[in-house]
């Protein structure tokens, strides 16, 4: 099994399924795949400006769009810019790759793209960044209520209304997505 080919065909996968993908959901997609969904990516993520963040990511976005498995387009917006992946002309090619993987976790990339995929790029840092912070705390074994976890996330991310971190984080408990909470 080759990681590296196994990531090409998953970002290539993600990029078919997706509409509108950014770099942004593609961060946290991978993060969500690996983390909520035990997929072997085998990327260290880290919590950064904007969420969990992996510069391998990127990395691999690169290596797919080098094969042909994606094209990157700069999408233009009133207050800056964004990334627009699509599949490319040999996005079949790229899929092959690591098509034993993508046939095993299929069903799991539909799953993420089912949860999360009608987030935006805020709703994905948010979510991802509870995530995170619940299994940072659920490492350490500890029991947090869901106002101690949206308190820690809240000094992670000040510009998100507490109501709305809580309330993201009762859905996730409602999904069964949580660890660390104990209400």
Same mark, same amino acid.
């Given at each position: 099994?080759? $990681?590296?080919?196994?990531?090409?065909?998953?970002?290539?996968?993600?990029? &078919?399924?997706?509409? @509108?993908? %950014?770099?942004?959901?593609?961060?946290?997609?991978?993060?969500?795949?690996?983390?909520?969904?035990?997929?072997?990516?085998?990327?260290?993520?880290?919590?950064?400006?904007?969420?969990?963040?992996?510069?391998?990511?990127?990395?691999?976005?690169?290596?797919?769009?080098?094969? %042909?498995?994606?094209?990157?387009?700069?999408?233009?917006?009133?207050?800056?810019? @964004? /990334?627009?992946?699509?599949? @490319?002309? #040999?996005?079949?090619?790229?899929?092959?790759?690591? %098509?034993?993987?993508?046939?095993?976790h299929e069903g799991d990339i *539909?799953?993420?793209?089912?949860?999360?995929?009608?987030?935006?790029?805020? %709703?994905?840092?948010?979510?991802?960044?509870?995530? /995170?912070? *619940?299994? &940072?705390?659920?490492?350490?074994?500890?029991?947090?209520?869901?106002?101690?976890?949206?308190?820690?996330? +809240? *000094?992670?991310?000040? #510009?998100?209304?507490?109501? +709305?971190? !809580? @309330?993201?984080?009762? *859905?996730? $408990?409602?999904?069964?997505? !949580?660890?660390?909470?104990?209400?």
């Open positions: 099994m080759n $990681i590296a080919n196994n990531r090409i065909a998953t970002i290539t996968r993600l990029a &078919e399924k997706s509409s @509108g993908l %950014g770099r942004t959901a593609l961060m946290k997609y991978c993060y969500f795949l690996q983390t909520l969904r035990r997929v072997p990516l085998g990327y260290a993520f880290s919590l950064y400006s904007y969420g969990p963040f992996n510069s391998d990511v990127l990395a691999d976005l690169d290596a797919t769009e080098a094969v %042909g498995g994606v094209k990157t387009n700069i999408v233009y917006y009133p207050g800056g810019y @964004g /990334y627009r992946i699509e599949p @490319g002309d #040999h996005s079949e090619a790229a899929k092959r790759l690591g %098509g034993e993987f993508l046939e095993k *539909d799953w993420v793209l089912t949860q999360f995929g009608n987030l935006g790029a805020g %709703g994905l840092e948010l979510t991802s960044t509870i995530v /995170y912070s *619940d299994r &940072e705390a659920a490492s350490r074994s500890e029991k947090l209520t869901s106002e101690k976890l949206a308190q820690r996330v +809240q *000094d992670l991310k000040p #510009h998100f209304p507490n109501a +709305q971190i !809580l @309330g993201l984080i009762v *859905d996730l $408990i409602g999904r069964g997505l !949580l660890r660390s909470v104990q209400n």
